[in-house]
């Protein structure tokens, strides 16, 4: 497994050469202080400190059960509708604290978009889907601007040349992995400035995880992407950074070669060689 | 081990195997017998009660009407010798050249004898005649033909409900009318025609007039008030428990209490109206305003769980997509949410509106079993319902009230299929997959 990984990371040679750039040009986007979070009685994630990068990919690694999607899931506040959830600790966006009072959290989920681990399209049409988030933000205010909005955000999304002929068709008869682009597209329309990605491929087929991976990789050029994943050689194709959960706590953060190829932490190097997972 | 001590050993297991798959085969036969005698028996109920209603009940659409040659005697009809229709509606003496007629025809000796001649024709023969000489008034002082309805008795022997030869004592059609009922049949004044008037007209103490198109608009009315009332409150109700309310010990009290309501017998909520709309409010009395708001509340606990249900069976993914772009928990209930659920909200509307349909029981407490004649004109109006009807139809002793308690089972019969497969149209239709 491990070769695969080393594999990955050979293929990807520029890897090394951007990172180096970012290193100098590197921003945080969003920080996070001792989050904790609770379900009922159970402590889900403890004291997690991670801040993430804009415009780079951060991937969340762990076996099940260790907390990365809760921490996912705090950064734009999806946890809120879990009624037993309880997060404590600081979260930022740019230096605003996101849980505080005076932010909306449907404002906050526009800037910050998410897509899901099953592909969830609307069951209404592939224009419509597309169309949903810039039609209750009121971020269009003719047809013809929400027209090159969805068909702009399509491009983004690698799929306006397979559905151009048929936008009126359900979202629902799209394949699986394009779903999942129809799902990226419609957080795209929005605008958002930070991309949450809870699995996106771990219902699709290997061609369309190869099709999804590469257009994060393109994404990473405008947008801050946070991805939970449960491939290690994903993480170690698509990401820059690398945050190890274990039983909710963050075992180890940093560079993703680094984490691939010379962990620190025992566990980590234990999960990345397959040894639990 | 050897290898035959081994292969005996083997042969041993499988026919162990073998024995008690028989066994486990023998039970599955046995078991899907019992379900074939089930459904068998269940059809035969079924056929049963179709099979009884139907032959009871389809007479009740059919009418015998009878020609007569009626002299329109200027004397009776227009004594001033004025034909416009208020002086004939007021003056005109249609029933004396009726009987004139008939009995210079057919001749009854004594008064007696001239009543049971009169009693063959239904009591509405007059007002046929009437309406027919006030839309042609220069038939007066001629002889006319006109067909009129029998008399309900003349009607059940026309259908062969009445037996001839039990002694005259014991039946109410006497020698001397089944005499002149046979002259009439040989002279051709008999004749069984579709019974328009059974969709058409109120109800009557005389079979022959009892229709019922009252119940039919009742019923209607009825049912708008209920839809009116309970669907709008169930629905938001369904939606604010399902979507926006918190789980604490208050919510968990209202939905048990919900559930306990839909168990809750029918007369109960007569009860609850009884008191409260028309004692204590002093809504009008057998009105279907009061019936409606009396159903509503008896419907209301059917809309909320089936309500729930539907939005409950809404996939979350759906409700996470909308508020991962920011959708506020009203838009994604209004735009998403809702939209998937209406199928069974509106199926579990309907299915709860067909039992507010047949309901019998609390009607009869707020006074809705009164006789009335009329058709209600608005939902304040006096009124009965088709299930009222048919108990109070199935309570009088005429046997022409017999085949109209059947029709009239028919006739709702024909309404709750009507209504269910409304349902399974709707669900069908709207039914969106993901």
Same mark, same amino acid.
């Given at each position: 497994?491990?070769?695969? #990984?080393?594999?990955?990371?050979?293929?990807?040679?520029?890897?090394?050469?951007?990172?180096?750039?970012?290193?100098?040009?590197?921003?945080?986007?969003?920080?996070?202080?001792?989050?904790?979070?609770?379900?009922?009685?159970?402590?889900?994630?403890?004291?997690?400190?991670?801040? #993430?990068?804009?415009?780079?990919?951060?991937?969340?690694?762990?076996?099940?059960?260790?907390?990365?999607?809760?921490?996912?899931?705090?950064?734009?506040?999806?946890?809120?509708?879990?009624?037993?959830?309880?997060?404590?600790?600081?979260?930022?966006?740019?230096?605003?604290?996101?849980?505080?009072?005076?932010?909306?959290?449907?404002?906050?989920?526009?800037?910050?978009?998410?897509?899901?681990?099953?592909?969830?399209?609307?069951?209404?049409?592939?224009?419509?889907?597309?169309?949903?988030?810039?039609?209750?933000?009121?971020?269009?205010?003719?047809?013809?601007?929400?027209?090159?909005?969805?068909?702009?955000?399509?491009?983004?999304?690698?799929?306006?040349?397979?559905?151009?002929?048929?936008?009126?068709?359900?979202?629902?008869?799209?394949?699986?992995?394009?779903?999942?682009?129809?799902?990226?597209?419609?957080?795209?329309?929005?605008?958002?400035?930070?991309?949450?990605?809870?699995?996106?491929?771990?219902?699709?087929?290997?061609?369309?995880?190869?099709? #999804?991976?590469?257009?994060?990789?393109?994404?990473?050029?405008?947008?801050?992407?946070?991805?939970?994943?449960?491939?290690?050689?994903?993480?170690?194709?698509?990401?820059?950074?690398?945050?190890?959960?274990?039983?909710?706590?963050?075992?180890?953060?940093?560079?993703?070669?680094?984490?691939?190829?010379?962990?620190?932490?025992?566990?980590?190097?234990?999960?990345?060689?397959?040894?639990?997972? | 081990?050897?290898?035959?001590?081994?292969?005996?050993?083997?042969?041993?297991?499988?026919?162990?195997?073998?024995?008690?798959?028989?066994?486990?085969?023998?039970?599955?036969?046995?078991?899907?017998?019992?379900?074939?005698?089930?459904?068998?028996?269940?059809?035969?109920?079924?056929?049963?009660?179709?099979?009884? /209603?139907?032959?009871?009940?389809?007479?009740?659409?059919?009418?015998?009407?009878?020609?007569? $040659?009626?002299?329109?005697?200027?004397?009776? /009809?227009?004594?001033?010798?004025?034909?416009?229709?208020?002086?004939?509606?007021?003056?005109?003496?249609?029933?004396?050249?009726?009987?004139?007629?008939?009995?210079?025809?057919?001749?009854?000796?004594?008064?007696?004898?001239?009543?049971?001649?009169?009693?063959?024709?239904?009591?509405?023969?007059?007002?046929?005649?009437?309406?027919?000489?006030?839309?042609?008034?220069?038939?007066? *002082?001629?002889?006319?033909?006109?067909?009129?309805?029998?008399?309900?008795?003349? $009607?059940?022997?026309?259908?062969?409900?009445?037996?001839?030869?039990?002694?005259?004592?014991?039946?109410?059609?006497?020698?001397?009318?089944?005499?002149?009922?046979?002259?009439?049949?040989?002279?051709?004044?008999?004749?069984?025609?579709?019974?328009?008037?059974?969709?058409?007209?109120?109800?009557?103490?005389?079979?022959?007039?009892?229709?019922?198109?009252?119940?039919?608009?009742?019923?209607?009315?009825?049912?708008?008030?209920?839809?009116?009332?309970?669907?709008?409150?169930?629905?938001?109700?369904?939606?604010?428990?399902?979507?926006?309310?918190?789980?604490?010990?208050?919510?968990?009290?209202?939905?048990?209490?919900?559930?306990?309501?839909?168990?809750?017998?029918?007369?109960?909520?007569?009860?609850? *109206?009884?008191?409260?709309?028309?004692?204590?409010?002093?809504?009008?009395?057998?009105?279907?305003?009061?019936?409606?708001?009396?159903?509503?509340?008896?419907?209301?606990?059917?809309?909320?769980?089936?309500?729930?249900?539907?939005?409950?069976?809404?996939?979350?993914?759906?409700?996470?997509?909308?508020?991962?772009? *920011?959708?506020?928990?009203?838009?994604?209930?209004?735009?998403?949410?809702?939209?998937?659920?209406?199928?069974?909200?509106?199926?579990?509307?309907?299915?709860?509106?067909?039992?507010?349909? *047949?309901?019998?029981?609390?009607?009869?407490?707020?006074?809705?079993?009164?006789?009335?004649?009329?058709?209600?004109?608005?939902?304040?109006?006096?009124?009965?319902?088709?299930?009222?009807?048919?108990?109070?139809?199935?309570?009088?002793?005429?046997?022409?009230?017999?085949?109209?308690?059947?029709?009239?089972?028919?006739?709702?019969?024909?309404?709750?299929?009507?209504?269910?497969?409304?349902?399974?149209?709707?669900?069908?239709?709207?039914?969106?997959?993901?």
């Amino acid at each position: 497994m491990d070769e695969n #990984i080393a594999e990955a990371i050979v293929a990807a040679p520029e890897a090394d050469a951007s990172d180096a750039v970012d290193a100098e040009t590197f921003r945080v986007k969003m920080t996070t202080r001792n989050v904790n979070v609770h379900y009922a009685e159970k402590h889900a994630l403890r004291d997690v400190t991670l801040d #993430i990068g804009e415009r780079e990919v951060t991937a969340l690694i762990g076996p099940s059960g260790c907390g990365k999607s809760t921490y996912l899931r705090c950064l734009n506040r999806m946890n809120d509708t879990i009624d037993i959830c309880r997060v404590t600790g600081r979260l930022e966006l740019d230096g605003q604290d996101i849980y505080d009072d005076s932010v909306d959290v449907v404002q906050l989920r526009a800037s910050i978009g998410m897509v899901f681990q099953k592909p969830n399209p609307f069951p209404k049409s592939i224009f419509d889907n597309v169309a949903y988030g810039p039609r209750i933000h009121g971020l269009v205010s003719d047809r013809a601007d929400l027209d090159q909005l969805v068909e702009q955000s399509l491009r983004k999304a690698g799929l306006f040349d397979e559905v151009k002929d048929r936008l009126g068709d359900p979202g629902t008869s799209l394949s699986g992995g394009q779903q999942q682009r129809l799902c990226i597209a419609r957080a795209i329309a929005v605008g958002p400035e930070v991309i949450l990605m809870d699995e996106p491929c771990s219902s699709l087929d290997p061609i369309a995880t190869a099709r #999804i991976e590469e257009l994060i990789d393109e994404l990473r050029q405008n947008y801050t992407i946070v991805i939970v994943t449960h491939s290690m050689q994903q993480a170690a194709r698509v990401s820059q950074k690398t945050a190890f959960f274990h039983l909710g706590d963050l075992i180890e953060q940093g560079e993703t070669p680094q984490i691939f190829t010379n962990p620190r932490d025992e566990k980590t190097q234990g999960y990345i060689t397959g040894r639990f997972g | 081990m050897t290898d035959s001590a081994q292969s005996v050993l083997i042969a041993g297991q499988k026919e162990k195997v073998r024995r008690g798959l028989d066994r486990r085969l023998r039970s599955e036969r046995r078991f899907r017998a019992y379900g074939i005698v089930a459904i068998v028996l269940a059809i035969l109920m079924l056929l049963f009660l179709v099979g009884t /209603i139907v032959s009871n009940g389809y007479s009740a659409f059919t009418q015998t009407w009878i020609k007569v $040659d009626v002299l329109l005697d200027e004397e009776l /009809i227009a004594p001033d010798g004025e034909t416009d229709p208020e002086t004939l509606r007021e003056d005109g003496d249609f029933r004396g050249a009726l009987i004139e007629t008939l009995v210079a025809d057919y001749k009854p000796e004594g008064r007696a004898q001239e009543d049971l001649l009169v009693a063959m024709f239904s009591t509405e023969a007059e007002w046929t005649l009437q309406r027919h000489v006030i839309a042609n008034p220069d038939l007066i *002082g001629r002889k006319i033909t006109i067909w009129v309805k029998s008399s309900s008795d003349i $009607d059940q022997l026309t259908k062969g409900a009445v037996r001839r030869d039990s002694p005259e004592s014991g039946r109410k059609l006497k020698d001397l009318q089944l005499r002149w009922y046979d002259r009439m049949t040989a002279e051709n004044r008999i004749e069984t025609r579709f019974n328009s008037g059974f969709f058409s007209s109120g109800d009557s103490r005389e079979p022959e007039q009892a229709g019922i198109w009252g119940a039919i608009v009742g019923s209607f009315l009825t049912m708008l008030v209920t839809l009116v009332l309970a669907f709008p409150v169930g629905l938001a109700a369904a939606v604010y428990l399902e979507e926006f309310a918190p789980k604490n010990r208050l919510t968990d009290l209202i939905e048990v209490n919900v559930n306990n309501l839909a168990a809750v017998p029918s007369i109960v909520f007569g009860l609850l *109206g009884l008191a409260v709309f028309l004692n204590f409010f002093e809504l009008p009395r057998s009105a279907p305003l009061v019936g409606g708001m009396v159903l509503a509340l008896m419907t209301l606990p059917t809309i909320i769980i089936s309500g729930r249900a539907s939005l409950l069976a809404v996939p979350p993914s759906v409700r996470e997509a909308a508020l991962g772009l *920011g959708a506020s928990r009203m838009q994604v209930v209004s735009h998403h949410v809702l939209p998937l659920a209406m199928p069974g909200i509106l199926t579990g509307t309907i299915i709860g509106m067909a039992r507010a349909l *047949g309901e019998t029981a609390p009607l009869l407490m707020i006074g809705m079993v009164a006789f009335i004649v009329d058709i209600p004109g608005g939902p304040t109006d006096a009124s009965t319902v088709m299930p009222v009807q048919i108990y109070l139809w199935a309570d009088s002793p005429e046997r022409g009230f017999v085949e109209k308690t059947s029709g009239a089972v028919m006739v709702l019969l024909v309404f709750l299929i009507v209504m269910n497969a409304s349902a399974v149209y709707l669900r069908k239709k709207f039914e969106r997959r993901w």
